[in-house]
């Protein structure tokens, strides 16, 4: 960007942070003014990354609502390393806290005012979602789909089903790994720090709801 407009890579990183600070004002008015409301079917579940390298994964929760596939809110967290990489993570880079019951916690209050308390909540099966959906919707229906293998297409995030029950959330996730540059599964452009993240995803949400998916 930078380099087509002839001007140098701190302003464009400036002017960057500008507008996701303006996005973020942008979609709290959306959801305050242009949301039909209250939504009665939702759907979350977490989008994993990584910041500067695979060793400091990223958790990205995402709500959607079901009906309209837009973005209703989302929080980035970190969590500790798994399966082979955890061993190496751990002695590179000592211990890592799971940030992601914070995340949790902190989207599923947010989204409180806009939801209807009996709303249907449907995610995957982590053991740990019941949990904070009684905390905050005791009286919501929330239903648990079991994962399924990704298929080619969608960046692995669509399911090899015939039918998906979390259909609007997958394919939201495959839009975003689609857009955002460094959610792509293979590529050059990977998260610096964890705010580079939430800068981009607050731009994109916007973009999102209002561009793409939007009337």
């Known amino acids: ?99 992601r019951p914070i995340a949790w916690d902190s989207i599923l209050i947010k989204l409180k005012p806009y939801l209807s308390p009996t709303a249907l909540i449907e995610s995957d099966e982590n053991p740990h979602y019941p949990r904070f959906v009684k905390r905050h919707f005791g009286d919501a229906i929330h239903v648990r789909h079991p994962g399924a293998r990704g298929a080619v297409t969608g960046q692995g995030e669509l399911k090899k089903l015939v039918f998906d029950p979390l259909f609007s959330l997958n394919h939201t996730c495959a839009m975003l790994r689609a857009n955002l540059n460094r959610l792509f599964r293979r590529t050059w452009c990977t998260t610096k720090n964890q705010q580079g993240l939430i800068d981009h995803l607050s731009l994109y949400v916007t973009y999102h709801n209002e561009v793409l998916i939007g009337p």
């Open 1 to 99: 960007m930078a380099r087509v407009l002839r001007v140098d890579k701190k302003t464009v990183v400036r002017k960057f942070r500008l507008m996701a600070v303006r996005a973020r004002v942008r979609h709290e008015e959306w959801l305050n003014g242009g949301l039909n409301r209250p939504i009665d079917e939702i759907q979350f579940d977490d989008l994993e990354t990584f910041e500067h390298t695979k060793c400091k994964p990223l958790s990205v929760t995402l709500v959607v609502n079901k009906k309209t596939r837009e973005i209703l809110g989302f929080n980035v967290s970190r969590m500790s390393a798994k399966g082979p990489l955890a061993r190496i993570a751990l002695k590179k880079y000592g211990p890592r806290k799971d940030e």
